[in-house]
Structure formats: C-alpha cells, structure tokens
C-alpha cells in the first residue's frame, strides 16, 4: 500500500496569500497517478487536479499542481474567501487507491 | 450532467449488515468506460478507498474490509449498493459513491455523490 502523508495539518493564511501543500509518497509515483481534491464542510469532495497538474473542468487557474518520484504539491497562487477548506491528495498509480489524510486551509 | 445519490438507513446496529445504495442519473453504469465506487469518511477523518464494481459485475475491494464487503449492481434500475456485513463502530462514516475511469492514467474519482452518514451504535 502506498502511504500519503500530507503536511502541514492545518495552514493559516490570510486572503490573497500564497498557499503551498505537500503530499508525500511512501514509495515512487508517476506523476501521471495524483490527483488533488477539495473538500468543504458538509460537502463531497471536489476533483481539482488531476494526473498531478492538470486542472479539472471548471478549475480556476489559481490552482496548480506539481512534482515527481514521492514529492507532490498543490499551490494557491492568491487564496479566495472560498479556497478556505481541507485538500486531499490521491494516487492511483498502485491496485490500491489511497489518499493522504488531509490538510486544512484556514482563516488566520 | 452525470449525477450520483446516496441512499440507505442512517443507523445500523453493531453486527449488523450495512447496506447502501448509489442511484445513478446521466450515464448508464453499464458503460466498460467506468468503475463504479465507495468512498468513506469517518467523522473528522481521511478518505478510504472502498471497493468498485465495473459493468460486468466484476469487483475489487479495499483487502482492509476483508470478507466483509459485497458490492453489486443493478443494471436495471442504473445503481449499484453495497452491503458490509458485521459491522462495529469503527463503520461509521459518511459513504460517497463515486465514477472512476477504468483508463489506468485516468484514475481519479469524479464525479462524487453527496454522501451518506451511517452510524454503527446500538
């Protein structure tokens, strides 16, 4: 099974900043095998990227995706009132699809 | 506009069998295009990666869920349910369904259902 650790937990930032999450792998995968999601309160998650930086339909280009090997990470250019929430990393390079636990975007 | 809707008892008693169904509007789940899944989320918690079903009735399930797991489908009716059996606290979730191409590089789970809170208490 392929471990994805995300950090930090909980990120504080304030609207307009610059916001930066990681998603590690326990072993290598291909870049083409992550995908990223949006989840807010209440509500399913939400595709953002996919194939690690490939946005979805509908996806404002604020939002970008990067990495190889085992370091991915997702990047909010200028966070909105409404980025405020938890993103999910996901692989789906292995027969065993996993997500990271999760990091929470706050209001600081 | 693919849509997918949750539906099934909000409570089940420990041991007892969950069962779940996912009613889908806007594609035919008889599609060799997609998997058909089961997502979960324990309350305050991470996603779990459940099972899928492809047209076919072919299934692969989470090995964490074990026997316990059956996943099936209707082609009739355009849902697919679930059924975990012998359930204990640890079940309670909220439960997604969810598409998934079949494409290897295409592995992302959209679009999702609204979910579905069950509880495992007695």
């Known amino acids: 099974e392929i471990v994805l650790t995300q950090s930090p937990g909980t990120l504080s930032l304030s609207p307009g900043e610059r916001a930066t999450l990681s998603c590690r792998a326990s072993?290598?995968?291909?870049?083409?095998?992550v995908a990223w999601y949006q989840q807010k309160p209440g509500q399913a998650p939400r595709l953002l990227i996919y194939?690690?930086?490939s946005r979805a339909t509908g996806i404002p280009d604020r939002f970008s995706g990067s990495g190889s090997g085992t370091d991915f990470t997702l990047t909010i250019s200028r966070l909105e009132p409404e980025d405020f929430a938890v993103y999910y990393c996901?692989?789906?390079?292995?027969?065993?699809?996993?997500f990271g636990q999760g990091t929470k975007v706050e209001i600081k | 506009q693919v849509q997918l809707q949750e539906s099934g008892p909000g409570l089940v008693k420990p041991s007892q069998t969950l069962s779940l169904t996912c009613s889908v509007s806007g594609d035919s789940i008889s599609s060799a295009d997609y998997y058909w899944n089961w997502i979960r989320q324990p309350p305050g918690k991470g996603l779990e990666w459940v099972g899928y079903i492809y047209f076919n009735g072919n299934t692969y399930y989470n090995p964490s869920l074990g026997s316990r797991l059956t996943i099936s489908l209707d082609t009739a009716k355009n849902h697919f349910s679930l059924r975990l059996s012998s359930v204990t606290a640890a079940d309670t979730a909220v439960y997604y369904c969810?598409?998934?191409?079949?494409?290897?590089?295409?592995?992302?789970?959209?679009?999702w259902g609204q979910g579905t809170l069950v509880t495992v208490s007695s």
């Open positions: 969810a598409r998934r191409f079949v494409t290897p590089t295409k592995g992302w789970f959209d679009p």
């Open positions: 072993q290598s995968v291909s870049s083409t095998y």
């Open positions: 194939g690690s930086s």
């Open positions: 996901q692989q789906y390079g292995s027969s065993l699809w996993t």
